[in-house]
Structure formats: structure tokens, C-alpha cells
């Protein structure tokens, strides 16, 4: 699975953004993505997560209410709409794929980055205050 994350960029505090993960491969559907962001200095921490149906999502504390996550299989699609951005928002957004996070029972793993499979490279997003 390749991974190719887009839409960053600079907005101000406040605004939206709406971030895409293109991925290619025939078993998209059978992926958790996650989405991972690290700012500078910063260890990459957890966003999002959207399990390979759609059916389940996550979300760190600082994105709950503010970002949506959600997907297209059909087009081997994963979107990060954000919201109401803040300063600290900013960093560069890294999409990833990983097959044995999410049974649908145990959700644990769904925030570790160590066990995602697959990598896009990153998009910068940065929003000034």
C-alpha cells in the first residue's frame, strides 16, 4: 500500500481544512487508517482513526468536536476535515495504513504509530493566529 497525504497548507485560526490520503492497492478496504501529525520539537502524536469499513472512528482529545474523519473505498480515499483550526494545530500531517489494528473488538493499538504498516509523506499545515 502507498500512501499520499495532501491538502495542507496556511490558513488562519479558525478556518477549515480538509486533508486527503490517496492510497493505492486492491485491499484499501481492509485497512485502518490513522492520521499522525508531528510539530517541531514534538513527538508525532495520534489525530484520527477510521477503521477499514467506516464504521468506527477516533479521535485524540484535542480533535474531538473540531475534525471528522471518513473515507471512499470505492476510491481509495481517506479525509481529514478539520475545523475550527487552531495555532496549535499546526505541523506536518502524516496519513498511515496498518491491517491487524482494528478486529472489531480491541481498539487500543488504533493510536500507535508503531503499529501502523504504511507510511504517506507528510503534509504542512500551519495556522497563524
Known amino acids: 500500500v502507498q500512501l499520499q497525504a495532501s491538502g495542507g497548507g496556511l490558513v488562519q485560526a479558525g478556518a477549515p481544512l480538509r486533508l486527503s490520503c490517496t492510497a493505492s492497492?486492491?485491499?484499501?478496504?481492509?485497512?485502518?487508517i490513522g492520521w499522525f501529525r508531528q510539530a517541531p520539537g514534538k513527538e508525532r502524536e495520534f489525530v484520527s482513526a477510521?477503521?477499514?469499513?467506516?464504521?468506527?472512528?477516533w479521535f485524540a482529545e484535542s480533535a474531538k468536536g473540531r475534525f471528522i474523519i471518513s473515507r471512499d473505498n470505492a476510491k481509495n480515499m481517506v479525509y481529514l476535515q478539520m475545523n475550527s483550526l487552531k495555532a496549535e494545530d499546526t505541523a506536518v500531517y502524516y496519513c498511515?495504513?496498518?491491517?491487524?489494528?482494528?478486529?472489531?473488538?480491541?481498539?487500543?493499538?488504533?493510536?500507535?504509530?508503531?503499529?501502523?504498516?504504511?507510511w504517506g509523506q507528510g503534509t504542512q499545515v500551519t495556522v497563524s493566529s
Open positions: 492497492g486492491r485491499t484499501f478496504s481492509s485497512y485502518t
Open positions: 477510521i477503521s477499514g469499513s467506516g464504521d468506527s472512528t
Open positions: 498511515a495504513a496498518g491491517l491487524a489494528i482494528y478486529s472489531g473488538i480491541y481498539s487500543g493499538y488504533v493510536s500507535r504509530p508503531q503499529k501502523y504498516d504504511y
